[in-house]
């Protein structure tokens, strides 16, 4: 019998550890040291039961070998129900057996909802909890977003990168590109996010996106694709993506073309969101909401709909990287906001469905208070950074006044090990914002470290009160949503 992990599966193993997740199903496990050495021994090619088996009794002399076939056995078969790895009595089983994304699925992976699993393993219940945890103590940089190039097609009037920087604009070299992405690899990295600027303006976007999956690398887009080609689209198609998100800021071409400050951005746009989805590329459109297109975000869900893929908002909106809160003059006020969060209420079903029904920030910290507290705010610094055209290395893409080497001067690892930047911003966990453990309105807050730093001027720490007021205003107009329900 034959086994490979599928095609969309991406395995991760430290001494600690063994990681598995799977980009059609947004499934993810970690397991023990003894998972960890399972693991190890599954790869792309496929490999036969009892080699496997003869591998492992070398690591464990102490177990015979039925019983150690036996635990392997229960261990892949249920990982390839749940379609991380694929077994076989022919390499043309395999295949057969390997799905591929398609929206023709019933349940493409574009509009997930129900992430949980049924086994009978011994796996962590969350896995982004156990993460927040493990990496304070070994922190290990697993995701990095690549901004390529500084220059745009695009000057979007909310954006929190400075036009100055996109109109001065220079791309990465392709061979210092490949060879970060090597390092990123050699360390274990596993989630690249490629970006710009506007990332099709690479000369060789297409070559790096091979080089990506030649890495065995989780690959995700962020782009307008207004400068999308046809004869793009199959080998994107080929590399196999993640996911390219895509920002469509409204169904009335003016207002989206306004928002760009490019006209006929909306019909390029558009065409290509639609030509990817007939390729079978996996697309999710972002829709940020300002006072452009403040009442118009239902019909942009109801246009992804349509299309079987999601559509995601952001209503508050991010400071320039330089502190200039110039852009935040389109900022919706809270009357709009109240407007927009009942629209997604009523025709977002991700929300309804999914968010409304998780358990409460609350329920954690009050059973877990002293454990909820020391957790950190968010991963940045913990296990992702952004690296940008120029090599200099941020905390996260929107953290641009804040740098943490470059990658012209010290190795990418050398930067994560050894900044002292990045030491301090460590050391902010939750438990350093007490009264935000205390607030009324915690289960509807989503407070961020940069946009703090960016609209304060530099100060981390001090949250705006527009932040909090949406908060507020979240908590109240869901708890109607309930009270009209009952």
Same mark, same amino acid.
């Given at each position: 019998m034959l086994i490979r992990q599928s095609k969309n599966t991406f395995i991760r193993c430290t001494a600690e550890y063994g990681y598995i997740t799977s980009q059609l199903t947004y499934h993810d496990r970690t397991y023990d040291e003894f998972g960890a050495d399972l693991l190890r021994e599954i790869s792309r090619v496929p490999k036969d039961m009892d080699d496997i088996v003869s591998q492992l009794m070398v690591l464990y002399k102490d177990i015979d070998r039925k019983t150690l076939k036996n635990d392997f056995l229960d261990f892949a078969i249920d990982l390839a129900d749940h379609k991380f790895l694929v077994i076989g009595n022919s390499v043309d089983e395999l295949n057969s057996n390997d799905i591929e994304f398609s929206y023709s699925l019933n349940n493409p992976k574009t509009l997930a909802y129900d992430f949980t699993q049924t086994t009978k393993q011994d796996i962590n219940e969350n896995t982004q909890d156990?993460?927040?945890?493990?990496?304070?103590?070994?922190?290990?940089? /697993?995701?990095?977003?690549?901004?390529?190039? /500084?220059?745009? &097609?695009?000057? !979007?009037?909310? !954006?929190y990168i400075p036009n100055s920087k996109k109109d001065a604009g220079n791309d990465m070299p392709t061979e210092k590109v490949l060879t970060l992405i090597d390092e990123f690899a050699a360390i274990g990295g596993l989630h690249v996010t490629l970006s710009g600027g506007e990332v099709f303006m690479h000369i060789d976007i297409l070559k790096i996106l091979k080089y990506c999956r030649f890495k065995d690398l989780k690959i995700s887009i962020l782009s307008n694709l207004v400068l999308l080609k046809d004869e793009q689209i199959p080998i994107i198609k080929e590399v196999n993506p993640s996911l390219i998100q895509v920002s $469509?800021?409204?169904?009335?071409?003016?207002?989206?073309?306004? *928002? %760009? +400050?490019?006209?006929?951005?909306?019909?390029?746009?558009? +065409?290509?969101?639609e030509k990817l989805i007939a390729?079978?590329?996996?697309?999710? *459109?972002? !829709?940020?909401?300002?006072? @452009?297109? +403040?009442?118009?975000? @239902?019909?942009v869900l109801q246009y992804a709909k349509s299309l079987n893929i999601k559509a995601n908002t952001d209503f508050i909106m991010m400071a320039q990287s330089d502190c200039n809160t110039g &852009? $935040? @003059?389109?900022?919706?006020?809270?009357?709009?906001?109240?407007?927009? $969060?009942?629209?997604?209420?009523?025709? &977002?079903?991700?929300y309804k469905d999914v968010t409304l029904k998780q358990e409460p920030i609350s329920k954690s910290i009050e059973f877990y208070l002293e454990r909820f507290s020391k957790q950190?705010?968010?991963?940045?610094?913990?296990? &992702?950074?952004? *690296?940008?055209?120029n090599g200099d290395v941020y905390p996260c @893409?929107?953290?641009?006044?804040?740098?943490?080497?470059?990658?012209?001067?010290? %190795?990418?690892? #050398?930067?994560?090990?050894?900044? #002292?930047? *990045?030491?301090?911003?460590? /050391?902010?966990?939750?438990?350093?914002?007490?009264?935000?453990?205390?607030?009324? +309105?915690?289960?509807? !807050?989503?407070?961020?470290?940069?946009?703090?730093y960016n609209e304060s001027g530099g100060d981390m720490f001090k949250i705006n009160k527009h932040f909090c007021d949406v908060a507020f205003l979240n908590k109240r107009i869901v708890e109607e949503y309930y009270n009209e329900k009952k």
């Open positions: 156990f993460f927040l945890e493990n990496v304070q103590k070994y922190p290990r940089l /697993s995701g990095i977003q690549f901004e390529l190039t /500084s220059r745009c &097609n695009e000057r !979007c009037i909310h !954006c $469509l800021y409204s169904m009335n071409p003016i207002i989206h073309d306004t *928002i %760009t +400050a490019v006209k006929g951005s909306f019909v390029k746009t558009k +065409a290509s969101i390729a079978d590329v996996p697309v999710q *459109i972002s !829709c940020p909401v300002m006072k @452009a297109n +403040a009442k118009g975000f @239902a019909e &852009n $935040l @003059a389109n900022r919706i006020s809270l009357e709009e906001t109240e407007y927009l $969060l009942n629209d997604i209420i009523n025709f &977002n079903d991700n950190p705010i968010c991963s940045v610094g913990q296990d &992702n950074c952004c *690296i940008t055209e @893409a929107g953290w641009q006044n804040m740098v943490l080497g470059n990658v012209y001067k010290n %190795t990418l690892q #050398e930067i994560w090990d050894n900044s #002292e930047t *990045i030491k301090k911003l460590r /050391s902010v966990t939750r438990g350093s914002f007490p009264k935000c453990l205390k607030c009324e +309105a915690r289960d509807y !807050c989503a407070m961020c470290l940069v946009r703090n």
